[in-house]
């Protein structure tokens, strides 16, 4: 019913930056929200940032503060991650999803939809 597609992704080295932008198509409602996970090799995936789709309130992880932002182009159903000052435990494939609530949660549970996922690697 909804699918998302990440794109972006790529080896940067420590200090660079990246924008990585997800695209939803198919059935979609105006009170939604939509994340950003990352999970690396034998970890758990875990939460990066998150924003509502009315009226824009966003949540980040305490690792992303500060460095990352999350953005969207509503006329677009696009979602973005801006990534600044990358490090190499930024190492990770990182996968869009959407909520079916408007709310911004950091638990992966409240997500129904994700992408494929892209990788991006940050060398030291």
């Known amino acids: 019913q909804v699918q998302l597609v990440e794109s972006g992704g790529k080896l940067v080295q420590a200090g660079g930056s990246l924008r990585l932008s997800c695209t939803a198509s198919g059935r979609t409602f105006s009170n939604y929200a939509m994340g950003w996970f990352r999970q690396a090799p034998g970890k758990e995936r875990e939460f990066v940032a998150a924003?509502?789709?009315?009226?824009?309130?966003?949540n980040y992880a305490d690792f992303a503060q500060g460095r990352f932002t999350i953005s969207r182009d509503n006329a677009k159903n696009t979602v973005y991650l801006q990534m600044n000052s990358l490090k190499p435990e930024d190492t990770a494939v990182y996968y869009c999803?959407?909520?079916?609530?408007?709310?911004?949660?950091?638990?992966?549970?409240?997500?129904?939809?994700w992408g494929q996922g892209t990788q991006v690697t940050v060398s030291s």
């Open positions: 924003i509502s789709w009315i009226g824009g309130s966003t």
């Open positions: 999803a959407l909520s079916s609530v408007l709310r911004p949660s950091s638990g992966s549970s409240w997500y129904q939809y």
